[in-house]
């Protein structure tokens, strides 16, 4: 069965630094998405991505977050400067049509320390 | 702003018990509701997706009803059995956008 691929499973970076999250979504699919899931807390909508730009995005995805597709298979998200609040686990998704049928990865864990 | 609401919070039976799991969501102008489980630390399985159109979805052991005029679901599991203990995650898309609002999720146990 397709999955979504997410790297790396866990990272730890240091507050201020950039991290950049992978996500190899499903080859057919047309839409992208990242969630995030601080520990203890509910799984949260950051973007979504559709037709090489962002479709939708929630009040967390600031000035500090952005998204790209850089070569038509990766899908990646952009922390520019880490705070201790970015930890958790962030979820990428992708659906072939827009809201339905999402297939979510396996997460990458982020510590900010 | 949609507002998802599970309860209970955590579940713990005797396997072979079946397992009713709630949720509801505060505005009933939705796309579809979808089921998900969540094992620890890793990602969201998808179980279950039922349109706005629809009253129910059954997958083998599974069944999801839908009430959308009153903002409520409930899963059932029937026969439950260890390897069902996992997180289980309900979350509606509205119906003006793709993004999805998840509950907090029912932790369900089954004591072997």
């Known amino acids: 069965e397709p999955e979504v691929t997410q790297t790396p499973s866990h990272q730890v970076t240091q507050m201020g630094q950039e991290v950049i999250l992978r996500c190899v979504p499903i080859?057919?699919?047309?839409?992208f998405y990242w969630y995030r899931q601080i520990l203890g807390q509910k799984v949260e909508f950051l973007v979504s991505?559709?037709?090489?730009?962002?479709?939708?995005k929630s009040e967390i995805f600031d000035d500090q977050f952005s998204v790209e597709r850089p070569d038509g298979s990766n899908f990646t998200l952009k922390i520019r400067s880490t705070k201790l609040e970015d930890s958790a686990m962030y979820f990428c998704?992708?659906?072939?049509?827009?809201?339905?049928?999402?297939?979510f990865g396996s997460g990458t864990r982020l510590t900010v320390v | 702003k949609q507002e998802v609401t599970q309860i209970p919070a955590a579940l713990s039976v005797p396997e072979g018990e079946n397992l009713v799991l709630n949720c509801s969501f505060t505005?009933?102008?939705?796309?579809?509701l979808q089921w998900f489980r969540q094992d620890p630390g890793k990602g969201l399985t998808s179980l279950l997706l039922?349109?706005?159109?629809?009253r129910e979805q059954t997958s083998g052991r599974l069944n999801a009803s839908l009430d959308k005029s009153s903002g409520r679901s409930t899963l059932y599991i029937a026969a439950s059995q260890p390897g069902d203990s996992a997180t289980y995650l309900c979350?509606?898309?509205?119906?003006?956008?793709?993004?999805?609002?998840f509950g907090a999720g029912t932790t369900v146990t089954v004591r072997a």
């Open positions: 505005d009933s102008a939705i796309y579809n």
């Open positions: 039922i349109q706005s159109s629809q």
């Open positions: 998704a992708s659906s072939r049509e827009g809201g339905y049928g999402y297939t």
């Open positions: 991505f559709y037709n090489n730009e962002i479709s939708e």
């Open positions: 080859s057919n699919h047309l839409y």
């Open positions: 979350a509606v898309r509205g119906s003006n956008d793709y993004k999805l609002s």
